[in-house]
């Protein structure tokens, strides 16, 4: 029986949302929150849009929370980033709006999933549960 852990990491500016999504997260046995740090460097950089200082991570993740704004360039520069820097990584986009053009342009720009903000907390986690299905599914099959 496979009980390996999918790994998360959230990519949220505001305290309040990135506390809820944490919180979601923690919730759900097989998903094992990352917590980036300021300074360590023997980790992987991560840099984000919403941040003028790069983050590191221990470990690269598995999973990628990464909330968006209206799409600007900053928002589509950190999809297109993550994509070459962890390509490995499942990036699931959370998009303010549920309109059908910021979906289509965070897919286009290397989100392997789109869902609003203004899911329920059940509905974000039966997709984290997908997600860490699927993944589970890829690593038993190498």
């Known amino acids: 029986m496979d009980t390996r852990c999918t790994s998360v990491l959230i990519i949220e500016p505001h ?3 990135r506390e809820a999504l944490r919180a979601t997260v923690v919730l759900e046995p097989g998903l094992q929150l990352l917590e980036p740090s300021a300074m360590d460097p023997d980790a992987f950089p991560l840099v984000t849009s919403n941040q003028d ?4 991570l221990s470990s690269k993740p598995d ?12 928002d589509l520069k950190t999809l ?3 994509r070459k820097t962890m390509p490995d990584a499942y ?6 709006d549920e309109l059908p053009w910021q979906n289509q342009t965070a897919l286009k720009h290397g989100a392997h999933a789109v869902i609003p ?3 329920s907390r059940e509905e974000l986690l039966e997709t984290l549960r997908s997600i860490h299905t699927y993944s589970r599914g890829i690593t038993q099959a190498v």
Not at 53 to 56: E, G, I, K, P, S
Not at 63 to 74: D, F, K, R, V
């Open 117 to 119: 903000k203004s899911v």
């Open 15 to 17: 305290p309040l949302m």
């Open 63 to 74: 999973l990628i929370l990464l909330s968006l704004g209206n799409l600007g360039l900053g």
């Open 80 to 82: 297109t980033e993550l």
């Open 91 to 96: 990036i699931l986009a959370l998009t303010p």
């Open 53 to 56: 200082d790069v983050l590191f």
